[in-house]
């Protein structure tokens, strides 16, 4: 039977097992540099490993990643890099394919973890990063935020980005970013009952801060709390690490305790937090 095809397909495989920096494979061509074309609409099967037996897929483990409230992938110009993310996709854990994914599965290409798709304005990256060559290795992370705010790297590795020129006379349009900004997509979230984003502030001169969901009426603490974003109300620059602090006493079925760290806050700091109620 032929298959439909809507995008390009990139099925890698993350190994926690290989060498850092060469744990993405692709697991059609085996490769550990997996090559993708610019500007077309690309689909990521993703599978999770810790380890993986290429003879034996049976014997291989997989993660179990029912403690994940997201997972990341993200292409970045580098690995060492510091400039803005290239193009990138985050899939909430209610959108997963599978917290536990069987080897064998995965090996039949019958199921997948998770399964990031990039439409082809998000892969139509600049021209100008290619400084005139036909193709471009970029370096690409696929990471985790847990349940529990913590910060999770499965795997790394590069990719090839090629040029298939086909684009008419000039260069295509600039990839005009999402069609909708963060704020309005997070509203939509909300709206959909599936979480609740609000707004919280951390004092000028302090390190703490607390985020009041009372509103909400949860009969219970919520079954998730995490920071999607922090910014100082004065605009000065530099990195900003806040985060939801969590015990019996800081996580409560009305309020959760913010922390950020304790040489970043001259100015008030705006912070978004996610709130997912517990389940009935």
Not at 51 to 56: F, G, I
Not at 179 to 187: F, M
């Amino acid at each position: 039977m032929a298959t439909i095809l809507d995008a390009q397909i990139l099925r890698l495989r993350c190994d926690a097992k290989q060498d850092k920096g060469k744990n993405l494979i692709d697991e059609v061509s085996r490769k550990t540099r997996a090559e993708v074309w610019r500007g077309s609409a690309l689909e990521i099967p993703l599978g999770l490993f810790q380890s993986y037996v290429q003879a034996d897929p049976a014997s291989s483990v997989a993660f179990d990643i029912q403690n994940m409230a997201s997972v990341s992938v993200r292409f970045k110009e580098s690995q060492t890099s510091d400039s803005a993310t290239v193009a990138e996709k985050t899939v909430l854990a209610a959108n997963f394919t599978a917290n536990t994914l069987d080897p064998e599965d995965w090996a039949a290409g019958t199921s997948e973890h998770l399964r990031p798709a990039l439409t082809d304005e998000e892969m139509n990256f600049s021209t100008d990063l290619f400084n005139g060559q036909p193709y471009r290795d970029f370096w690409v992370v696929v990471s985790g935020l847990t349940t529990e705010s913590e910060k999770v790297t499965f795997g790394g590795g590069t990719v090839r980005v090629h040029r298939p020129n086909d684009e008419p006379v000039g260069d295509p349009p600039e990839n005009p970013g999402p069609a909708i900004s963060a704020d309005e997509a997070l509203a939509l979230i909300a709206a959909a009952g599936v979480q609740n984003t609000l707004a919280a502030t951390i004092p000028a001169d302090s390190a703490t801060g607390t985020v009041d969901y009372t509103a909400l009426g949860l009969s219970a603490p919520p079954a998730f709390v995490g920071v999607v974003s922090a910014t100082r109300r004065g605009g000065a620059g530099g990195k900003i690490d806040v985060w939801v602090r969590r015990d019996e006493t800081d996580w409560t079925t009305t309020t959760a305790q913010l922390q950020a760290a304790t040489d970043q806050h001259d100015d008030i700091i705006d912070v978004r937090v996610l709130v997912e109620p517990a389940a009935e």
